[in-house]
């Protein structure tokens, strides 16, 4: 097959992150699509071929897989490249991702290391704590639609209002937002044009309290009075409450909410979260895992590797001395405190830190100091030297000269958070070329209905 040919095949396996493997039954050629199901016939479009193997684009699934055994929640299933696993039962989805990743492992992992299954979120769906939605059309000159983009493409925007994975109360604000503006005949921002008006709306809903924070994003292009829009908004009589509702201005040309200028509409621009005892304050933009729940499983996971730890070296008595790298908002961290004598954040962002600060204050955390700055730059300045290091990085994963100034230290364990086992596979390397093993790992799905999986692995010194 040559490029842009189209083909059908029946997907045999999944590779990481949910490559679909194919071998053409006339040419017996082996190729790739990315979101499928195994079990599905695709109609596929080439769009490379290298050494061999031919890379394509899913066109359109002929046949359901068996392991399609329900019918998809959403109207958009199939377009929406959010929800990739809606037909499949959740124990299955499980299976699938960890089959993936258990795959991708196979050359890092010893005889020897201990793999503590895959945890499944409590929640399959309504999970979602945030959302970030955009304005635009489903086609060119239709009605205006607020919601995600259609799979593959850059432009089209399919409404979010059948999405399951937002709480009730989000999903009722959506459609209130997306119907004030069409009723009003307001024009969505034209990314190819740079013209028009609406451009982003994000939510934030607190799992503790059912609050909500809004952020509605505009280009500066029109002055706009938003006081009838606040004034219906407070009037739905929802399950939870507004916290806040605000106006961002955003004028540059980037795909994202990035705002030059931020306006309080009502409220204030924080709730707060419960988990695992703690409680955390939540403002508009901090980081924070988007299913509560699932990050209680996935910090627990860790809590329990670090106890873990102990009890193989018998330290009983001596609490060890903690990094948390790539802290963010210090939540790892504030779970971890009781477990140790004294904890050091780093992250790069200095809002973030700022936000730890403030919510180790709040839970009367004082064993915990944290400091904004580059991983690589800021370890030299940290008093005391490692016990124990908890690494979660971002999704490339950790650049080797951290890697390396990290290991000058004579650190007995390290946990791993990974966000992309791929990168985390990658580190490896440079962990293992300094002698450290897995010792023990485990999933956490967070993402229920899409592809995406966490995981958390204890590192050991020694082969």
């Known amino acids: ?44 479009r080439v769009y490379k071929k290298h050494k061999g193997v031919v890379y394509g684009t899913r066109v359109e699934v002929l046949e359901a897989s068996p392991l399609e055994t329900r019918e ?33 492992l196979k050359d890092i992992v010893s005889p020897e290391t201990v793999y503590d299954g895959v945890k499944g979120s409590p929640a399959e769906t309504e ?94 292009q029109m002055e706009y009075d938003f006081s009838p829009l606040v004034e219906e908004l407070l009037g739905l009589g929802l399950s939870g409450s507004f916290a806040g509702i605000f106006h961002a201005v955003c004028d540059r040309y980037a795909d994202a909410l990035l705002p030059d200028e931020l306006h309080c509409l009502y409220g204030r621009d924080y709730f707060y979260e419960d988990l695992l005892g703690l409680r955390f304050r939540i403002s508009l933009f901090s980081f924070f895992q988007t299913n509560t729940a699932g990050a209680a499983v996935l910090y627990d996971t860790v809590r329990e590797y670090v106890r873990m730890a102990g009890n193989e070296r018998g330290e009983d008595i001596k609490k060890p001395i903690l990094y948390d790298l790539y802290c963010g908002t210090g939540t790892i961290a504030q779970v971890l405190a009781e477990n140790a004598e004294h904890v050091y954040g780093i992250e790069l962002v200095e809002e973030a830190v700022e936000a730890a600060k403030a919510n180790a204050a709040l839970n009367r955390i004082t064993n915990c100091t944290f400091l904004a700055g580059d991983v690589f730059e800021t370890l030299p300045l940290l008093p005391e030297k490692p016990d124990f290091v908890i690494l979660d990085p971002p999704r490339e994963g950790v650049h080797e000269k951290t890697i390396k100034k990290l290991l000058t230290n004579e650190i007995r364990d390290m946990i791993y958070v990974s966000c992309k086992a791929s990168s985390f596979v990658e580190d490896m390397r440079c962990f293992r070329e300094a002698g450290w093993r897995i010792g023990r790992y485990a999933l956490v799905d967070l993402f229920p209905q899409t592809c995406h999986c966490e995981l958390v692995a204890k590192l050991t010194r020694g082969m």
């Open 1 to 44: 097959m040559k490029r842009k040919d189209l083909g059908s095949a029946v997907i045999r396996r999944l590779d990481y992150p949910n490559k679909g493997r194919f071998l053409l039954e006339e040419s017996g050629e082996e190729g790739i699509v990315k979101n499928v199901i195994p079990g599905q016939r695709v109609l596929f």
């Open 127 to 220: 999970y979602r704590n945030k959302i970030d939605l955009s304005f635009g059309d489903s086609y060119v000159g239709g009605p205006l639609t607020l919601g995600m983009h259609k799979m593959g493409t850059r432009y089209t925007v399919l409404d979010a209002e059948c999405c399951a994975l937002m709480h009730p109360d989000l999903r009722t604000v959506l459609k209130t937002v997306r119907d004030y503006f069409s009723r009003r005949e307001v024009p969505f921002y034209n990314k190819l044009r740079h013209e028009g008006f609406l451009r982003y709306l994000m939510l934030r809903r607190s799992q503790t309290s059912g609050e909500i924070l809004m952020v509605l994003a505009t280009s500066s």
């Open 72 to 104: 998809p929640f959403c109207e958009h299933f199939g377009n929406c490249g959010g929800c990739l696993y809606q037909t499949v039962p959740y124990e299955e989805q499980l299976r699938m991702k960890e089959d993936q990743v258990l795959r991708l």
